[in-house]
């Protein structure tokens, strides 16, 4: 992470409304910061730097545990650098780095040099997600508990589901005996042979489908060898009301968890009618029906987190038909305020499940953050509820602009992300200074 030489250990935010559904707090609240961890919460705390966060909500920081930054391979994408501003930008102070890289990330020495770059490259705490297959190719594991100790956080094959029940379980008890966690795509692609929902909007478009059967049947599959493996999955961009009913189904029998994105639970498939490849994505945009069974999971818990599958692609890529273009939406820096705006201010989600959603739970998953507690690493997220702004690419920082909501007014805009007590991204302008 980038250190500003000289930067005072020290800062008090103060006049916050903090929100903390972790450890209950909600009410204006100052906030001590020292040696990169949370010092005190209270009131009339005071420091030799200081920040008015008057009329600001201050939450914990929020993770995103899927991200694609495209190094190394694809830097004219994103970059450790890019990819970190943006995360920054979009109230994020960690994120789990997807190996489908190239070259893809399923050796140790790709780890090892992807840890370094990190530690001197990215804004925010950057883990790395190693490949559960060599190549990606559902066939031969990786060496997994070299690639553990060369500093992986966890295996998984995303953006590819896995070619058979048999590999995906060999994968399973190895990832569990080399202490890894698994995050899973799941995708039977023997069923997936189109390029968006199969339903009614891809008949009208005259597109492909893909039936969302095809996410289903993998994600049974994947949670009967989860329960029966013991192996600590994590099941990603669950997309469709049944692969959540499936994962509500198998919370008690395995170590299981799971994410959607702000994607799939405020976007559907009606914008395949436009034909445009910049809505093109896996899994794909569904149904209302679907859309509405995610949202009801998110709220109840039984999916846990959010996460925003940040997929930056080159305009070339996605500026396509449907059918040619490459899948992916960028998330980072919309995720927050797409879902204030759809979900909270649409009276469909607490504002407290959504801070849980996208800094609390996340954060107990990669075991780090998640709370605004004496004594957690000083990881926040600085929100003004009522600012209201235009997702443009102007707006945005990645090196991509694929993002579903170009041209869309949103509501609530991050302002700053603090990492280990250090502003990470700052656009609180004025009201940062020494108190006099
Ligand atoms: O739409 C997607 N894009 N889904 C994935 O699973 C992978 C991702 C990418 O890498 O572009």
New binding site residues.
């Given amino acids: 992470m980038n250190r500003r030489p000289g930067e005072p250990a020290e800062l008090v935010i103060r006049h916050a409304h903090v929100l903390d559904p972790a450890t209950g707090l909600d009410g204006v609240r100052d906030v001590r910061l020292s040696s990169g961890r949370i010092a005190e919460v209270g009131e009339g705390l005071r420091g030799a730097r200081e920040l008015d966060a008057d009329g600001l909500h201050l939450f914990p920081g929020f993770v995103d545990v899927h991200a ?1 930054w495209r190094t190394p391979g694809r830097e004219d994408e994103e970059t450790i650098e890019s990819g970190s501003a943006a995360a920054a930008a979009g109230g994020f102070t960690g994120v789990v780095m ?1 190996p ?1 890289t190239d070259p893809i990330v399923d050796r140790p020495v790709i780890v090892s040099g992807l840890v370094r770059r990190i530690e001197q490259e990215s804004r925010v705490r950057a883990r790395v997600s190693a490949a559960l297959h060599v190549g990606l190719a559902g066939e031969r594991l990786t060496e997994m508990r070299l690639l553990r100790e060369a500093g992986a956080f966890c295996v998984s094959d ?2 590819l589901g896995t070619a058979s029940a048999g590999v995906l379980r060999n994968g399973m008890l190895y990832a569990r005996s080399a202490g890894l966690p698994v995050i899973l ?1 799941c995708e039977d692609h023997s069923l997936a042979t189109g390029v968006v929902h199969d339903g009614v909007a891809a008949s009208l478009a005259g597109l492909p489908g893909s039936p969302a059967s095809a996410e289903d049947a993998a994600t049974a599959t994947a949670l009967v060898l989860a329960a029966e493996t013991g192996a600590k999955v994590h099941i990603t ?1 669950v997309s469709t009301a049944l692969s959540a009913a499936l994962v509500g189904f198998f919370k008690r029998r395995a170590d299981v968890t799971a994410d959607t994105t702000p994607h799939h639970l405020t976007l559907t498939d009606d914008l395949v009618s436009t034909l445009e490849g910049l809505y ?4 794909p945009l569904r149904p209302d029906e679907d859309r509405a069974g995610v949202e009801g999971a998110l709220q109840s818990g039984v999916l846990d987190f959010v996460a925003t ?1 940040h ?1 930056p ?1 080159a305009s070339e890529e996605k500026e396509l038909p449907l059918e040619e273009a ?4 960028l998330g980072h820096e919309t995720a927050f305020a797409a879902l204030y705006t759809e979900l909270v201010l649409g009276a469909r989600l607490s504002l407290s499940r959504l801070v849980e959603a996208m800094g609390c739970a996340p954060g107990r998953w990669v075991g780090e953050g998640g709370s605004l507690a004496v004594g957690s690493p000083a990881d926040l997220t600085l929100v003004d509820l009522s600012e209201e702004w235009t997702v443009g690419r102007g707006t945005l920082i990645s090196r991509s602009s694929n993002s579903p909501f170009l041209g869309r007014r949103l509501t609530g805009r991050v302002v700053g992300t603090i990492v280990g007590g250090e502003l990470v991204h700052d656009r609180t302008g004025a009201r940062f200074g020494a108190r006099a």
């Avoid at 093109?280 to 899994?283: D, E, L, Y």
């Avoid at 490459?326 to 939406?329: I, L, M, R, T």
Wanted: charged fraction near 15%; proline fraction near 11%; hydrophobic fraction near 30%.
């Fill in positions: 694609h997807m489908n995303d953006g795509h961009h093109r994505v896996n899994p599958d997929a692609h490459a899948p992916g939406f």
